[in-house]
């Protein structure tokens, strides 16, 4: 069954079993592979992506459930004021090492700061704690998502 | 900075041709590069001993300085997070007086003997000695070729070398305001003589050494770029996810297939030995394939092997006498004469890697040939073990390295590769195994358990006279790289444990080599230390608190020997308020730790609530880790190194029952996240001494300072990791 999805703003066509998770549509099938695989599970954030907006974990999210939605990857959220300035906190903090995990990180704060413009700490635990870094990264994220809300 | 991700063939970096050897026994040799420029081949001391000894110049890293300027630096060490690939080009632009914006990093191809690390002897990055093994050569390089252009620059502007000077990338004669850029003189400056000395800039002179710089590598991992291994797409590449036997050394009985093979987008059911892979169109048909699977399977001998069984021939295996390590004075006439003894049991479990990125490695085999992509901390390791797996020469497998989503020891090995190798033998065309996570847990290379009987013996007025400690576990290197394993002894096994910064008098320190049956083992962040540092500097505590003396000012009365420890220890102790009171159910613990040839002190604040959940508020760290290359990566990676030892001390265990790994995804092997990361401080001590290792310090060096501090808020010791609330609880 040919689906028809929206990433990016351009429209798709896949061919894929509708209870095919939208991670490996975009990863393995669309190309888009910001994307990160992490888990399978939604227990690690890394295949964080905007659905109309909101953080989505992609690896569990069957692509037939997606219908008309507006799908945002990492690839195109700089093109958004509030993800170009993360991703530009992301680089003056220096927060990434090896940086696997971070296309989910930026998705997340990203979303944090459209729907919270000024996050308190607890919000930023709310809206991150759901994405792990290994590399332990987490004290510059905090930094990070500040810089961006104050700038 | 572009990273280059070539592959082996295309690069034939040992042709220099009309070369000038610095000396004999000399590091350095320089020639023209290809395409004209100037190309300088580094020989890294020690690493090569047959190389040495032979007195042939075998080169194991190159700068290339073409004629449009471009500096090109090929280097063998791979970036997984740490920084390597902006601290290292830092080392040449100092020397040679270009912009880091200037240097291009590649891509050193696989090849066992131009590329052996330094320090290792084999090409790989670990250990936390990338910075410790480039230091010297890299910058004596940049000097040597700064000098050849200056050279080259004098005699085309027939002036005194003396009066010119370089600058930027380029040579500037300021008596008659001329200047010339580095890529015009690259051709004539490899005809000049190498210098006979070279002399290496003074540490007050540093531009770049010692200020922060920002990385090289970020600027593609904010916007979905970079290319990790599990990114690779090349043309017409198919996906397979694969079980491999639940029990280790078990087989495939039988598999039925049917159901898995009618799902949507899968190929091809891949039957071996001891693993059953689905290849498809994309991953997520491969996974529901997989799961389609019914598979039966033959446990092999490990069926009943339990975590237990293992714990309980290590505690055993402990009594015997084992390898001495280390041994100075009378342990024996000094416990026998101690006024107050102490003994404890240790355990260390085993730990996964858990790496964000899961275990992949794709493979094209074709005919006579095998294409190998794949994010590897030992490239040559990958290429000799998938040659061996697939029956071609090793020069016959090219392998493409890739960005690394975390290495951690777990990119050591090279059982990845292999099992693509084995999957791809049965697909035509190009082929991705991708891990699920919980294939990537319950089918890690575990950080080995240890079992540490220790002991020591006070005299009147608290003072250690006598320290013995004997352990018994796995040793990684006896398998990775068997000369290491030397008269039942290998340096990692033992770091940490010997060569203590105390001054103990009377100590004894050995190891047993044991085996465990049934689960494989492999180094993991933090390496010898990871255990050694928990047991040491817990025990120390312990003897501390059986003094009645102050963690602290116990530890400072054994420093007179190692000023740099007595120094990070003063620091931490100031910085982390440690005499100032904290609340019931809160305490402090501090940790000494001389590793990876850096000194690190460390305080822990922690918490424990009446159900004995354990809440680390702040880590305050006090670092000399010698010369600092990038102060930035080295607050990084001590932030890093905290969290991931906080993970292992609060979470961190992989239990075996009916052989299995128990643990399988982040659900069951937790991982510390943002609402429990701790406020972390680090200051570093401006030091002279040559670079330490700071990739991993930080990881062994917290994980006593956290039980430490559990102490000191509750009275209880925790002998073995990770932390067990139970055990904690307040009895209601």
């Known amino acids: ?151 | 900075m572009v990273i280059d991700h070539h592959a082996s063939r295309t690069t034939r970096l040992g042709e220099v041709p009309s070369a000038n050897v610095l000396s004999r026994r000399g590091f350095l040799q320089v020639g023209a590069a290809a395409g004209g420029g100037l190309m300088l081949s580094l020989s890294l001391p020690f690493g090569n001993r047959e190389a040495n000894a032979a007195d042939t110049f075998v080169p194991n890293a190159f700068i290339r300085i073409g004629s449009d300027g471009q500096i090109v630096l090929i280097m063998p060490y791979v970036e997984m997070g740490q920084g390597t690939y902006t601290s290292i080009p830092m080392l040449i632009a100092e020397e040679l007086e270009v912009d880091l914006k200037q240097v291009r990093l590649e891509h050193a191809p696989p090849n066992e003997k131009l590329y052996a690390n330094p320090l290792l002897g084999v090409q790989a990055t670990g250990n936390s000695n990338a910075i410790r093994g480039a230091w010297q050569p890299l910058r004596q390089a940049g000097a040597a070729a700064r000098t050849m252009l200056v050279a080259a620059a004098a005699k085309k502007w027939n002036v005194d070398p003396a009066s010119c000077r370089a600058q930027s990338g380029e040579v500037l004669h300021p008596p008659t305001g001329r200047s010339i850029k580095y890529g015009a003189l690259a051709a004539d400056a490899a005809g000049m003589p190498v210098p006979e000395k070279i002399a290496l800039k003074r540490p007050q002179d540093f531009k770049l050494i010692g200020t922060p710089a920002k990385r090289l590598d970020t600027p593609a991992k904010v916007n979905g770029t970079a290319v990790y291994g599990i990114d690779v797409r090349p043309s017409g590449v198919k996906i397979a996810t694969l079980a491999q036997s639940p029990v280790f050394g078990g087989r495939v009985k039988s598999v039925d297939d049917s159901a898995a093979k009618i799902v949507k987008g899968v190929r091809q059911i891949v039957r071996l030995d001891d693993a059953v892979a689905v290849v498809a169109d994309h991953m997520g048909a491969a996974k529901k394939g997989l799961a389609a699977l019914k598979i039966e399977w033959d446990d092999g001998p490990h069926a009943k092997l339990t975590t237990e069984d293992i714990a309980r021939e290590l505690d055993q295996a402990a009594l015997r006498s084992g390898a001495v390590a280390q041994t100075i004075g009378d342990v024996d006439k000094a416990m026998a004469s101690a006024v107050t003894k102490v003994e404890a049991l240790y355990h260390a479990p085993f730990l996964a890697h858990a790496a964000m990125e899961p275990m992949n490695c794709t493979v094209h085999l074709r005919k006579d040939e095998c294409e190998i992509w794949v994010g590897s901390q030992a490239m040559a390791r990958v290429q000799a073990m998938a040659a061996k797996a697939a029956g071609l020469s090793p020069e016959k497998v090219i392998v493409h390295n890739h960005l690394l989503g975390g290495g951690f020891g777990r990119r050591l090995e090279a059982d990845g590769a292999v099992r693509a190798v084995q999957i791809a033998q049965h697909v035509d065309g190009p082929v991705k195994v991708v891990w699920t996570r919980e294939e990537d847990i319950q089918h890690d290379m575990y950080r080995p358990y240890w079992v540490d009987r220790i002991s020591a013996g006070l005299d009147a007025k608290g003072r250690p006279v006598a320290w013995n400690n004997r352990f018994a576990g796995s040793s990684v290197i006896a398998r990775w790289l068997p000369p290491g394993f030397k008269n039942g002894l290998d340096p990692d096994s033992t770091e940490g444990a010997i060569d203590l910064v105390y001054d103990l008098p009377n100590f004894r320190v050995e190891y047993i080599r044991v085996e465990p049956p049934g689960i494989p083992t492999a180094f993991w962040r933090s390496v010898g230390p990871s255990h050694n540092v928990f047991v040491t500097e817990s025990f120390v505590d312990e003897l501390a608190a059986a003094a009645k003396q102050d963690a602290v000012g116990f530890r400072r009365a054994l420093l007179d020997k190692s000023p740099r420890a007595r120094a990070v220890l003063d620091l931490a102790a100031e910085k982390s308020d440690w005499v100032k009171p904290l609340p019931n159910g809160s305490g402090r613990g501090v940790s000494l730790q001389s590793a990876f040839g850096s000194y690190l002190a460390q305080v822990a604040e922690v918490e424990v609530s009446k159900n004995g959940a354990v809440r680390v508020r702040r880590l305050v760290c006090a670092v000399d880790c010698g010369t600092v290359v990038n102060p930035d990566t080295v607050q990084a990676q001590i932030q890093s190194g905290f969290i991931f030892g906080t993970t292992a001390a609060l979470y961190g265990e992989i239990t075996l029952k009916d052989g299995r790994v128990e643990q399988s995804n982040f659900d069951t092997y937790q991982m510390l996240r943002m609402n429990e990361a701790p406020a972390i401080e680090v200051h570093i001590v401006n030091s002279q001494e040559p670079p330490g290792g700071i990739g991993e310090t930080g990881t062994s060096a917290i994980v006593p300072a956290i039980a430490n501090a559990i102490f000191a808020a509750t009275g209880k010791r925790l002998r073995k990791m990770p932390v067990d609330p139970a055990v904690l609880k307040k009895p209601t």
């Open chain 1, 1 to 151: 069954m040919a689906l028809a999805i929206r990433v990016n703003g351009n429209t798709h066509s896949v061919d894929v079993d509708g209870d095919t998770p939208l991670l490996w549509v975009l990863r393995d099938v669309l190309g888009l592979t910001g994307t990160k695989f992490g888990c399978g599970m939604a227990l690690c954030g890394a295949c964080t992506v905007h659905v109309n907006g909101e953080p989505t974990r992609s690896c569990i999210t069957p692509i037939d459930s997606i219908g008309t939605s507006e799908i945002t990857t990492i690839e195109a959220i700089g093109k958004t004021a509030i993800g170009a300035k993360i991703q530009k906190a992301w680089l003056d903090r220096e927060v990434i090492q090896c940086g696997y995990c971070q296309s989910g990180q930026i998705m997340s704060a990203s979303a944090l700061l459209a729907s919270k413009p000024n996050p308190t700490d607890a919000d930023i635990d709310d809206a991150m704690s759901g994405n792990i870094c290994r590399c332990g990264t987490y004290v510059r994220i905090r930094e990070a998502i500040k810089q961006a809300a104050s700038g």
